[in-house]
C-alpha cells in the first residue's frame, strides 16, 4: 500500500495539484482531497468495463485489431480524405497535441478542439482586447472581490472557490471569506449564487447591456433607465461602486457569457469593463475552463501555428478562422469527408446536423472510454488514461503549466495517446 502525494487531477481546468491517491495491489483505492467528481475519475479509472484493444467496424459489427493496423487505417483515412477535420484534444496532454499538429499539417488537415464550442468567443474578445490575467495564487493571495459572471463553480469546478477564493484564506487575506467579497451574475440562482455576497440576476442574453450599464457607472455616467437587463440602476451603482473600491478584484467567467447573444462581443466588453477598473483599482480576469487541458491545446497550438483553434492546414501552411474552420461548421456544411477525433465527444455534444455528418463520413475515435463518438466510429481505438496512468503536461485555466502525474501502470500491452499518434505519423510519412 503506498500513498502518493502531489497528485494533479485530470479532469477539470482547476487543475488542483494536492491530491493524494491511495494505490493497494496496483490499485486505486482511495483518493484524497479531491472533490467526488475527481475522485470519480479515479476510483472509476481500473474498471472492467474499459476495452483494450483498437476495434474496427467491419458490416456494422466491431473487430478486434492490433494498434499497427489501427494505426495504418487511420493513417490511410487522414491521406485519402481531400479535407480531414481533427478535433477534441482538451482531455490528453500537450505531448500529444504536438504530435497530433504535426499529423495534421501533414495530412493537410483542419485541426480544432472543444474551445470552439466554448471559450472560443473568450479567444476572439482577448484578441480584440487584450487579456489583463494573473494567476489563481494571486487570486488566492490578494483578492478581495471576485465576480462569477455566467458560470456555476460549485457544480463544474468544486474546489475552486475553496482553493482559491471565497473559502480560502491568503496571504493579504488571511480572514479568508470573511476579508473577500463575491459577486455572481447569472440568470439562474445557482448554488455558487447562494453562496455570494450579490447576485445580479441579469436576463438571460442582456449580459451586453449590463456590462455597458456597469462600465457607465464606473465612470460616473447616469444611466437615464430605472433597470438595465433585469437589474434596477440602484444595484448597477452600488456594484460598481464596490468594484471600483476593490483592492485586487478577479473577474472569472463561463459559457454563460460566451454563449449567449453576443458572444465574443460581450468578451471585448467585458474586458474593456476590467480596463476601465484599472483607472481605480487592481483588476484581472481568467476564463473557467472546462476540461483540464483545453488551454494547454491553444498553447501548444498557438506557438505551433500563431493561432489558438480552428486552423486549416489544406494550403500546406496554417490558416485561421473562426465560423468557416471551425469543427461544428465544416461538419454542418458538409466539407470535411473524414473526421479523427481524439480525447473529447462531439458525438454527444455537437448539434444534430454535425453529427449527422461524422456518422456518414469515415471516423476514427480515439478515447479511453467508450463514448456515443465511438458509437458512431468506423474505428475505435482506446487509449490509457492521461494524468493517471501516464504523465506529461496540462495548463490549468491560468495558463500556469502544471506536470500530471502517473500513479498505476495502465493494462498491459495498451498505448497512451502519444504512442498511439507518433505509430500514425510513421505510417502517414509512408503514405504521403
Ligand atoms: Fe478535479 Fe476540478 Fe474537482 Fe479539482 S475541482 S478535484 S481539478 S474535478
Redesign the pocket.
Known sequence: RKVIKDVV?P??????DD?EVVVEDGEIVEVR???R???A?FLTAQEDHRHTEPMIKENGEWKKIDYEDAAEETARILVEAKWPLMYGWSSTLCEAHEVGIEIAEKVGAVIDNTASVCHGPSTLGLQDAGVPSCTLGEVKNRADVIIYWGCNPMHA????MS?YTAFTRGFFRPKGREDRTIIVVDPRRTATAELADVHLQVRPNEDYELISALRAAVHGIEIEREEVAGIPVEAVHEVADLIKEASFGTLFWGMGITMSRGRHRNIDNAICLIRDLNEYAKWTLIMMRGH?NVTGFNEVLTWTTGYPFAVDFSRGYPRYNPGEFSAVDVLIRGEVDAAFVIASDPGAHFPRKAVEHMAWIPLVCVDPHWTPTAELADLYVPVTIAGIEWEGTAYRMDSVPIRMRKVVEPPESMLNDVEFLEMVIEKVEEMV
Open positions: 487531477c479532469f477539470c481546468g482547476t487543475l488542483c491530491l482531497h479531491a472533490c467528481i475527481g475522485a475519475k469546478h468544486p474546489r475552486h482553493r483540464y
